[in-house]
Protein backbone atom coordinates (compact mmCIF):
# COMPACT_ATOMS: atom_id res chain seq x y z
CA UNK A 1 0.00 0.00 0.00
CA UNK A 2 1.65 3.22 -0.97
CA UNK A 3 1.47 6.14 0.93
CA UNK A 4 0.03 9.48 -1.09
CA UNK A 5 2.06 12.71 -1.79
CA UNK A 6 -0.42 14.47 1.11
CA UNK A 7 0.55 11.68 3.54
CA UNK A 8 4.31 11.45 2.75
CA UNK A 9 4.21 15.37 2.85
CA UNK A 10 2.74 15.35 6.77
CA UNK A 11 4.67 12.32 8.12
CA UNK A 12 8.03 13.65 6.96
CA UNK A 13 7.47 17.46 8.40
CA UNK A 14 7.79 17.96 12.02
CA UNK A 15 5.90 21.13 12.38
CA UNK A 16 2.64 19.55 12.46
CA UNK A 17 3.76 17.70 15.56
CA UNK A 18 5.83 20.66 17.26
CA UNK A 19 2.13 22.72 17.08
CA UNK A 20 0.75 19.69 18.06
CA UNK A 21 2.77 19.26 21.03
CA UNK A 22 2.38 22.88 21.95
CA UNK A 23 -1.11 23.58 21.23
CA UNK A 24 -2.36 20.53 23.83
CA UNK A 25 0.69 21.98 26.73
CA UNK A 26 -1.66 25.05 26.21
CA UNK A 27 -4.30 23.62 26.36
CA UNK A 28 -3.44 21.51 29.51
CA UNK A 29 -2.64 24.71 31.01
CA UNK A 30 -6.56 26.07 30.08
CA UNK A 31 -8.05 23.26 31.90
CA UNK A 32 -5.72 24.39 35.43
CA UNK A 33 -7.14 27.69 35.12
CA UNK A 34 -10.56 26.36 34.76
CA UNK A 35 -10.12 24.26 37.47
CA UNK A 36 -9.28 27.52 39.57
CA UNK A 37 -12.42 29.15 38.24
CA UNK A 38 -14.13 26.29 39.59
CA UNK A 39 -12.44 26.40 42.92
CA UNK A 40 -13.69 29.71 43.68
CA UNK A 41 -16.89 28.50 43.46
CA UNK A 42 -17.33 24.92 44.85
CA UNK A 43 -19.07 25.04 48.32
CA UNK A 44 -18.65 21.16 48.91
CA UNK A 45 -20.54 21.74 52.58
CA UNK A 46 -23.69 22.89 50.42
CA UNK A 47 -23.41 20.32 47.41
CA UNK A 48 -25.56 16.84 47.22
CA UNK A 49 -23.06 14.66 45.89
CA UNK A 50 -20.99 11.70 47.12
CA UNK A 51 -18.94 12.09 50.51
CA UNK A 52 -15.37 11.39 48.89
CA UNK A 53 -15.58 13.47 45.47
CA UNK A 54 -12.34 15.53 45.03
CA UNK A 55 -12.98 19.08 45.52
CA UNK A 56 -9.38 20.44 45.63
CA UNK A 57 -7.19 18.31 43.05
CA UNK A 58 -8.68 16.88 40.07
CA UNK A 59 -7.27 15.38 37.31
CA UNK A 60 -5.99 16.59 33.88
CA UNK A 61 -5.27 14.14 31.31
CA UNK A 62 -4.83 13.76 27.24
CA UNK A 63 -5.21 11.07 24.71
CA UNK A 64 -4.45 10.38 21.47
CA UNK A 65 -7.69 8.36 19.91
CA UNK A 66 -11.19 9.41 20.72
CA UNK A 67 -13.07 8.22 17.58
CA UNK A 68 -9.81 9.08 15.48
CA UNK A 69 -8.93 12.42 17.60
CA UNK A 70 -6.60 14.15 19.89
CA UNK A 71 -7.94 15.32 23.01
CA UNK A 72 -7.53 16.89 26.30
CA UNK A 73 -9.68 17.02 29.32
CA UNK A 74 -10.70 18.09 33.37
CA UNK A 75 -12.29 16.29 35.50
CA UNK A 76 -13.11 18.02 38.47
CA UNK A 77 -14.93 18.00 40.70
CA UNK A 78 -15.45 14.70 40.57
CA UNK A 79 -16.39 10.84 41.71
CA UNK A 80 -16.25 7.97 40.63
CA UNK A 81 -17.40 4.32 42.47
CA UNK A 82 -19.85 1.66 43.07
CA UNK A 83 -22.60 3.15 40.94
CA UNK A 84 -22.35 6.71 41.98
CA UNK A 85 -20.56 9.56 39.37
CA UNK A 86 -20.63 13.17 40.28
CA UNK A 87 -18.54 14.48 37.86
CA UNK A 88 -17.76 18.08 35.88
CA UNK A 89 -15.80 16.90 32.73
CA UNK A 90 -14.31 19.52 30.13
CA UNK A 91 -12.44 18.50 27.17
CA UNK A 92 -11.45 20.09 24.23
CA UNK A 93 -11.84 17.04 21.56
CA UNK A 94 -9.22 18.30 18.54
CA UNK A 95 -10.93 18.74 15.22
CA UNK A 96 -14.30 19.26 16.89
CA UNK A 97 -15.14 21.36 19.71
CA UNK A 98 -14.75 22.55 23.34
CA UNK A 99 -17.28 20.88 25.63
CA UNK A 100 -18.41 21.34 29.45
CA UNK A 101 -20.17 18.94 30.66
CA UNK A 102 -21.54 17.47 34.38
CA UNK A 103 -22.21 13.82 34.74
CA UNK A 104 -24.02 12.47 37.69
CA UNK A 105 -25.44 8.74 38.81
CA UNK A 106 -26.34 7.06 41.66
CA UNK A 107 -28.16 7.80 45.34
CA UNK A 108 -29.65 11.26 44.02
CA UNK A 109 -30.15 10.86 40.41
CA UNK A 110 -33.94 11.40 40.56
CA UNK A 111 -33.39 14.85 43.11
CA UNK A 112 -31.14 15.84 39.71
CA UNK A 113 -33.37 15.12 37.60
CA UNK A 114 -36.51 16.43 39.17
CA UNK A 115 -34.50 19.70 39.35
CA UNK A 116 -33.81 19.62 35.58
CA UNK A 117 -37.53 19.51 34.73
CA UNK A 118 -38.55 22.27 37.59
CA UNK A 119 -35.19 24.41 35.68
CA UNK A 120 -35.72 23.24 31.83
CA UNK A 121 -36.71 26.78 30.61
CA UNK A 122 -33.01 28.38 32.18
CA UNK A 123 -31.50 25.43 30.63
CA UNK A 124 -32.75 25.36 27.57
CA UNK A 125 -31.86 29.15 27.42
CA UNK A 126 -29.02 28.96 28.06
CA UNK A 127 -28.27 26.13 25.03
CA UNK A 128 -27.51 23.38 27.23
CA UNK A 129 -27.65 20.21 25.94
CA UNK A 130 -28.44 16.43 27.66
CA UNK A 131 -27.52 12.99 26.32
CA UNK A 132 -30.03 10.85 24.97
CA UNK A 133 -28.20 7.44 25.69
CA UNK A 134 -24.82 6.69 25.69
CA UNK A 135 -23.00 7.94 29.10
CA UNK A 136 -19.22 8.12 27.27
CA UNK A 137 -20.44 9.04 24.21
CA UNK A 138 -19.27 12.74 23.01
CA UNK A 139 -20.73 13.03 19.42
CA UNK A 140 -23.36 15.62 18.42
CA UNK A 141 -25.84 13.12 17.59
CA UNK A 142 -25.63 11.68 21.28
CA UNK A 143 -26.94 14.92 22.76
CA UNK A 144 -30.51 16.32 22.60
CA UNK A 145 -31.01 20.07 22.32
CA UNK A 146 -32.60 21.12 25.88
CA UNK A 147 -34.30 24.42 23.75
CA UNK A 148 -35.48 22.12 20.73
CA UNK A 149 -36.34 19.30 22.75
CA UNK A 150 -40.38 17.98 23.37
CA UNK A 151 -41.63 16.14 26.47
CA UNK A 152 -41.80 12.91 24.19
CA UNK A 153 -38.40 13.24 23.42
CA UNK A 154 -37.39 13.94 27.15
CA UNK A 155 -39.40 11.52 28.81
CA UNK A 156 -36.96 8.23 27.82
CA UNK A 157 -33.92 10.42 28.91
CA UNK A 158 -35.11 10.74 32.10
CA UNK A 159 -35.80 7.15 32.75
CA UNK A 160 -31.60 6.52 32.15
CA UNK A 161 -30.02 5.45 34.82
CA UNK A 162 -27.27 8.75 34.71
CA UNK A 163 -27.99 12.21 33.70
CA UNK A 164 -25.20 14.16 31.55
CA UNK A 165 -25.58 17.88 30.80
CA UNK A 166 -23.24 19.35 28.50
CA UNK A 167 -22.72 22.96 26.62
CA UNK A 168 -20.78 23.07 23.15
CA UNK A 169 -18.62 25.68 22.02
CA UNK A 170 -17.11 26.04 18.81
CA UNK A 171 -13.08 25.10 18.68
CA UNK A 172 -12.65 29.63 17.11
CA UNK A 173 -13.53 29.99 21.26
CA UNK A 174 -10.04 29.03 22.20
CA UNK A 175 -8.85 32.29 20.44
CA UNK A 176 -10.33 34.05 24.05
CA UNK A 177 -9.56 32.86 26.96
CA UNK A 178 -11.48 35.05 28.93
CA UNK A 179 -14.39 34.18 27.15
CA UNK A 180 -13.74 29.99 28.41
CA UNK A 181 -13.51 31.20 31.52
CA UNK A 182 -16.59 33.44 31.95
CA UNK A 183 -18.23 30.20 30.30
CA UNK A 184 -16.68 27.76 33.07
CA UNK A 185 -17.93 29.87 35.52
CA UNK A 186 -21.59 30.59 34.37
CA UNK A 187 -21.98 26.48 33.33
CA UNK A 188 -20.70 26.08 36.82
CA UNK A 189 -23.22 28.26 38.22
CA UNK A 190 -25.97 27.00 36.37
CA UNK A 191 -25.49 23.38 37.28
CA UNK A 192 -25.31 24.38 41.01
CA UNK A 193 -28.96 24.95 40.53
CA UNK A 194 -29.35 20.66 40.46
CA UNK A 195 -26.64 20.02 42.99
CA UNK A 196 -27.07 22.29 46.31
CA UNK A 197 -28.55 21.05 48.77
CA UNK A 198 -31.48 22.17 50.13
Not at 28 to 42: C, G, Q
Not at 112 to 124: C, E, G, K, P, S
Not at 129 to 142: N, S
Not at 172 to 191: D, G, N, P, R
Request: aromatic share 14%; hydrophobic share 40%.
Amino acid sequence: MAFTPEELALICDPTPFELKHAATQKLKALMERIRETYLRYVQPQHTLCPEQTDFSRGQIAKGENYEGYPYVMLDFPKFYGQGEIFTYRTMFWYGHYFIFSLILAGTHLQTYQRRLQTHLIRFAEEDFLVAKAELWDWRRTAFLSLRKASASELLPIMQLPFLKLAKVLEPSVLAHEEKILEEAQKFYCTTALLTAKN
